[in-house]
């Protein structure tokens, strides 16, 4: 009887660890170039993205320099939690429609708009 409970508890070990490891391949494909400007997840919050629970602190900090280094990324804090933490809005488009977003929510607005009006 020990014996068995001693190579389920080695097996349920075995099979623990082979779920921790983490393969973000498909998240970031490796037959993909990537800007090198853009840091990796891990290399601002300090721990491969599964690893660990990401805090809000973490998180936003982030959000922040992909902002900063990504012409593809804007954010803006649209206010806080009940906690005190920023509610971030991370605009994710291309560089040119960044620079037109006002035209953009305009134009959709007055889609919306005639939409409720029908």
């Avoid at 190579?7 to 490891?21: P, V």
């Avoid at 993909?32 to 990401?54: D, K, L």
């Avoid at 900090?61 to 804090?77: D, F, G, K, Q, T």
């Avoid at 933490?85 to 960044?98: D, G, M, Q, Y």
Wanted: aromatic share 8%.
């Amino acid at each position: 009887m020990t014996k068995y409970l001693f190579c389920s508890l080695a097996l349920l070990c075995g099979i623990s660890a082979y779920a921790q490891t983490i393969d973000l391949e498909y998240y970031l494909p490796k037959d993909i170039s990537y800007n090198s400007e853009i840091p990796t997840p891990n290399e601002v919050i300090g721990h491969q993205v599964g690893a660990w629970h990401v805090t809000h602190d973490k998180l936003s900090r982030y959000m922040e320099v992909l902002a900063e280094r990504s012409p593809r990324m804007s954010i803006e804090n649209r206010g806080t939690t009940y906690e005190g933490r920023p509610l971030w809005l991370l605009t994710v488009t291309s560089p040119e429609n960044h620079e037109k977003l006002e035209q953009i929510k305009s134009e959709r607005q007055k889609l919306l708009n005639n939409q409720n009006n029908t």
